[in-house]
């Protein structure tokens, strides 16, 4: 299994088998805290080997550099099927809507598959009077 594409961004489709991905970042500016970011979403895109074919449990956790999550984390069933016998690619892409930042800092998005950490990305949620 490898995750070939895991990214915070404005908006993303899956559309004749692409993952078209508009906006990816790894930091959000806000004048005053807390505050809630009216939307992003997260792609992501994970090739399977033919023998990783099965059922696979998949989560997207948001947390603090606490561990502690920002939001609860809703755990995913993904039937992987290789049907050419090589190899399967699945193509997910979460949308979030006002998620809640209480304070400055480094923030981190895992992906979890199977009860692994398999990608993580650092999001830094800065005070925009900060320079950009």
Same mark, same amino acid.
């Given at each position: &299994?490898?995750?070939?594409?895991?990214?915070?961004?404005?908006?993303?489709?899956?559309?004749?088998?692409?993952?078209?991905?508009?906006?990816?970042?790894?930091?959000?500016?806000?004048?005053?805290?807390?505050?809630?970011?009216?939307?992003?979403?997260?792609? %992501?895109?994970?090739?399977?080997?033919?023998?990783?074919?099965?059922?696979?449990? &998949?989560? +997207?956790?948001?947390?603090?550099?606490?561990?502690?999550?920002?939001?609860?984390?809703?755990? &995913?069933?993904?039937?992987?099927?290789?049907?050419?016998?090589?190899?399967? %690619?699945? &193509?997910? +892409?979460?949308?979030?809507?006002?998620?809640?930042?209480?304070?400055?800092?480094?923030?981190?998005?895992?992906?979890?598959?199977?009860?692994?950490?398999?990608?993580?990305?650092?999001?830094?949620?800065?005070?925009?009077?900060?320079?950009?």
């Amino acid at each position: &299994m490898d995750v070939e594409i895991f990214t915070l961004c404005d908006a993303a489709t899956v559309s004749g088998g692409k993952l078209n991905i508009l906006g990816s970042f790894d930091k959000l500016y806000s004048e005053t805290f807390p505050f809630q970011h009216p939307d992003l979403a997260v792609a %992501v895109k994970i090739r399977f080997d033919a023998l990783e074919s099965g059922l696979h449990l &998949m989560e +997207i956790r948001l947390i603090d550099l606490d561990g502690k999550p920002i939001i609860p984390s809703d755990p &995913m069933h993904l039937q992987v099927t290789a049907p050419d016998s090589q190899y399967a %690619v699945h &193509m997910l +892409i979460n949308r979030y809507h006002g998620l809640p930042f209480h304070h400055p800092g480094e923030y981190h998005l895992d992906l979890v598959l199977d009860g692994e950490m398999k990608s993580r990305i650092p999001l830094m949620v800065i005070p925009a009077r900060e320079e950009r």
